[in-house]
């Protein structure tokens, strides 16, 4: 399994095989010397005092910092190569964002200082929910949800809100069979019953379709746009007044923003709620889970809906409003997403980039984010094979068709390309499509670097033609771990070390 067959340590080179932290526990091994807290007033401690040591690996300040450094080099970020991950948008994070976010006016600052002491940062917050509400053209926004998903939870949290508050709870929420999981997840996650719609042969909704299933027991409609096929949903001002004349509200996936900022007016779209993944439309290294930022805007008819705190500019400066009135004909705010105010550091890193940019510069952008997207589709639609006819927007999807026959699959595929030293594209996803491949180069990069990846792919793809499924498989080779076994990996997760044994046993459930 490992990388280093043939060398007496295990390394390959400077790339150094590294074993679990717990593993390079040396009992009472420390990396600084703090005195004995003689001081604590241990009769108050009582029962809350610990028994036995919790178990906590023992290094010294060097180990962990070369654990640390030498995981971080198995690594594989944007900032060490083209990451063309699809629905993702994983691109440039500028410097600028990295040191503003580090200023210790933003960074240094702690949720419960007064107001009167963060004048800057509710200012920064304020300037930001203007920029937001600017750009879609929505008159208010929620910044607390922590990403997407939580921003989708928001916004239908709202319009729940919104119905009940008018008598008219309903229970059905329609979602297209491309959407992102997380929209059928959220609606369900509210007690809404989820129904999908299909899409049509050009990859987008079936306004017909969709047409039928609406009825005075929907709550709303969730669409992306443009959707997870790399389209844009060329209904939409349809969609948006069936669904209101079906008395129901219009929910906008807007992960996609960075297609359309600077383009589209969110607003002229009839849409009521929409979440911005700020750590993809406006830059900010995210994946592997975090962080992000998703806030929502929001309708005239949804904004009394929105969550607690916000910031709000009265004439002794910026001051949160933080507690939900909730009674009489104000606002009726659905309580609080997230402790405090959400991802401060994902907002300053959104701002410092929109101002960066400028207003002409986000639409240059988004611009070219969509003309990478068809560069890629226009090199390679006769090597792999196109699912939906261009022009695609951010993203452009192929599926397994040019496989046939060969014995290679799209994770094959794939894994191959991990070995040329790029992060593979979004694979088996969106679910419309037979082993799909979705591409999403973004506008950071240049057309050298998708030339490279296109020469890469095309000859991957004329070997997978000569049907040498066996150098699919072997792949990666070059990587520090092999292929694993996925199956038991996400059945038998190890979650556990013992201490006291030599290895790490399984301890996750089956
Ligand atoms: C990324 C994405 C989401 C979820 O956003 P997270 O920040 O990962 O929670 C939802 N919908 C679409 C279309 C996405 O691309």
Redesign the pocket.
């Known amino acids: 399994m490992t990388g280093g067959e043939g060398t007496v340590s295990g390394n390959r080179g400077l790339d150094l095989e590294e074993p679990l932290i717990f593993e390079q526990d040396v009992s009472g091994r420390t990396g600084v010397d703090l005195p004995e807290p003689g001081w604590v007033a241990t009769d108050r401690l009582g029962g809350l005092r610990r028994k036995g040591p919790i178990g906590l690996p023992g290094l010294s300040e060097p180990q962990v910092v070369r654990h640390y450094t030498r995981l971080s080099q198995k690594n594989y970020g944007i900032d060490s190569g083209f990451y063309p991950l699809g ?2 948008t994983m691109k440039h994070n500028p410097r600028l964002g990295e040191k503003m976010a580090r200023l210790p006016g933003f960074a240094d600052i702690h949720p419960f200082q007064p107001d009167s002491t963060v004048q800057g940062a509710l200012e920064l917050m304020d300037t930001l929910a203007r920029w937001l509400k600017e750009l879609t053209g929505l008159p208010a926004v929620a910044l607390s949800p922590a ?4 921003g ?1 939870l928001c916004g239908l949290m709202a319009i729940r809100a919104a119905l009940e508050a008018r008598g008219d709870a309903r229970s059905r929420v329609l979602t297209p069979e491309s959407a ?1 999981g ?2 059928p997840a959220t609606a369900a996650l509210c007690g809404y019953a989820v129904e999908s719609v299909p899409g049509n042969r050009d990859g987008r909704v079936d306004f017909g379709a969709l047409r039928e299933r609406l009825g005075p027991d929907v709550a709303a409609v969730m669409l ?1 746009n443009p959707n ?1 096929c790399g389209l844009f949903e060329t209904d939409i001002v349809r969609i948006a007044e069936a669904v209101h004349e079906a008395g129901a509200l219009f929910y906008l ?1 807007g ?2 923003f960075n297609a359309l900022v600077g383009r589209v007016r969110i607003a002229d779209l009839g849409v009521d709620a929409m979440h911005i ?1 700020l ?2 439309t406006f830059a900010t290294p995210h994946g592997g889970g975090g962080p ?1 930022a ?1 806030p929502v805007v929001l309708s005239e008819a949804l904004a009394p809906f929105a969550p607690v705190p916000y910031v709000v500019h009265g004439p002794d400066g910026f001051s949160l409003v933080e507690h939900a009135r909730g009674s009489g004909s104000g606002p009726l705010p659905l309580g609080r997403l997230k402790g405090f105010h959400g991802q401060f550091g994902v907002l300053v890193r959104a701002l410092a980039y929109m101002m960066s940019m400028g207003g002409d510069g986000l639409a240059l952008a988004s611009g070219d984010a969509v003309l990478n997207a068809n560069y890629l589709l226009a090199r390679l639609k006769d090597e792999l094979s196109l699912s939906f006819p261009g022009p695609c927007m951010h993203e452009v999807l192929f599926d397994d068709r040019f496989l046939k026959d060969t014995g290679v699959s799209t994770l094959d595929f794939a894994k191959a390309l991990i070995d040329e030293g790029y992060h593979p594209m979004t694979m088996y996803f969106p679910l419309v499509v037979h082993g799909a491949l979705l591409m999403e180069p973004t506008e950071s990069e240049s057309r050298e670097t998708l030339d490279r990846f296109v020469d890469v792919v095309t000859s991957l793809a004329a070997r997978a033609k000569t049907k040498d499924a066996e150098f699919f498989r072997q792949a990666p080779r070059l990587t520090p771990r092999r292929r694993l076994d996925e199956t038991l990996a996400a059945r038998r997760p190890v979650l556990r070390w013992t201490r006291g044994s030599d290895e790490t046993t399984a301890k996750g459930t089956s």
Not at 147 to 150: I, K, L, N, R, Y
Request: overall charge negative; some cysteine.
């Open positions: 629905s993702c990403a997407g998903a939580h989708e992102h997380t929209n992306t997870t996936d992960a996609n993944n750590h993809k992000g998703g």
